[in-house]
């Protein structure tokens, strides 16, 4: 959430980046109940000295007489005290429900715009094959896969419905092998710390991350448990260190856990329903930063370089795409997109979201760092992006390594994690 001082201030200006955004929010709402709040703490306040006072009167006196009759005004003065607090409680429990309903303020360099049309390009690495590069007309990849026998989608949709489907032979080695490599890669090249988290995560993590309220409709979960599944392990990483106080020297932090990812895809009825680029379940890297706030957009810079990285080792075109601000999602200040190059279905595909979330995240969940060692403690920011999002990179490797016989060359750095395996053949995946 952000700091509601912005929204007492700065109102106007809240409700401007609002209409940036195409986001509503209850500004109006938070302002009347924080002002409530206020003046209720105040009456609180004034009560609470006028008890400490007549306290201190009555244990002066001497004379039961005289003391009774301010007695009996303390107990009136404490049952105002109580419903005071009462309406307290109501009235800061109905400001944190308004509050978590608003989301992040656009940074000021996000560039305004209306919808993701208006992204723009910041730059391209790679040139992307065409037919006449190839020498063939290159397949999509939900031809490719079922020809390999590597790619089932009839015993997906008969184990789980619409929008899975089943791995076979070296397509699942081959998956296996990209989330392995690309663990490794970020440990060893980009000093990540590795970390394994759970797929199921108590309902405060889904609030802590920003997923709830706004994506309630879109996330699987156990209500008799109070366990939800993770549409990435952002979630549960958000919430490693909640409560917890970082010292300076610790930041920044790095980690990167694979997860698998559970979501419901609602919001994308329709959308991308031939082949495996949407399912509700999806394999991913991710890689996550807690950092001090004055070096989280240079370390936002080197999370996008770090999630390009895994393009150029593989040797896909990419591209980098700055997100407008209404195309920013629900947590993100600011936020670039790693897009790669699938020829057969002739199309940039979103790989990874790259995003600074600054405070927003780190207030929901009271995460904190000491600038020295007897400063009061400061909110850390937190950074989070793809490197890379299964299945979107599988599709980019089958199509652009295909040959014209059909079969797929496998990228070079992979080959050590596929047992030695150069190319992927019908024969070889047969029964």
Known sequence: MIDIRIIREHPDEVKAALQKLQAEAPIDEILALDSARRDILQEVETLRQERNETSAQIGKMKDQKERQPLIEAMRVVNQQISDLEERLRDTEQHLEEAMY?????????????????????????GEPRSEADFGFDPLPHWELGPSLGIIDFERGVKLSGSRFYVLFGLGARLQHALIQWMVSY??????????????????????????????????????????????????????????????????????????????????????DVRGIKRGHQFDKVEMYKFCKPEDSYAELEALVNDAEDICRALGIPHR???????????????????????????????????????????????????????????FVHTLNGSGLALPR?????????????????????LRPWMGGVEVIESSENDG
């Open 101 to 125: 309903r608003v989301p992040n303020l656009p940074h000021e360099s996000v560039p305004v715009g209306k919808d993701e049309s208006e992204n723009i390009v910041v730059r391209q690495e």
């Open 186 to 271: 970020h440990v060893q090249q980009h000093g990540y710390t590795e970390v394994y988290p759970p797929y199921l995560v108590r309902e405060e993590c889904m609030w802590g991350a920003g997923q709830l309220p706004k994506f309630n409709d879109n996330i699987y979960r156990d209500v008799e448990d109070d366990l939800w599944l993770i549409g990435t392990a952002e979630i549960p990483v958000t919430n490693l260190h909640r409560d917890e106080i970082f010292s300076a020297e610790e930041l920044t932090k790095k980690y990167v856990a694979y997860s698998a990812c559970f979501r419901r895809e609602k919001f994308s009825a329709g959308r």
């Open 320 to 378: 980098v795409v700055q997100m407008v601000t209404a195309d920013l999602g629900f947590t993100a200040a600011k936020k670039y997109d790693i897009e790669i190059w699938a020829p057969g279905c002739g199309e940039w595909l979103e790989a990874s979201s790259c995003s600074n979330c600054e405070s927003f995240q780190a207030r929901r969940t009271k995460i904190r760092y000491r600038p020295a060692p007897d400063a009061k403690p400061e």
């Open 393 to 413: 990179t599988m599709i980019a490797i089958l199509e652009n390594y295909q040959q014209a016989d059909g079969s797929v060359v496998v990228p070079e750095v």
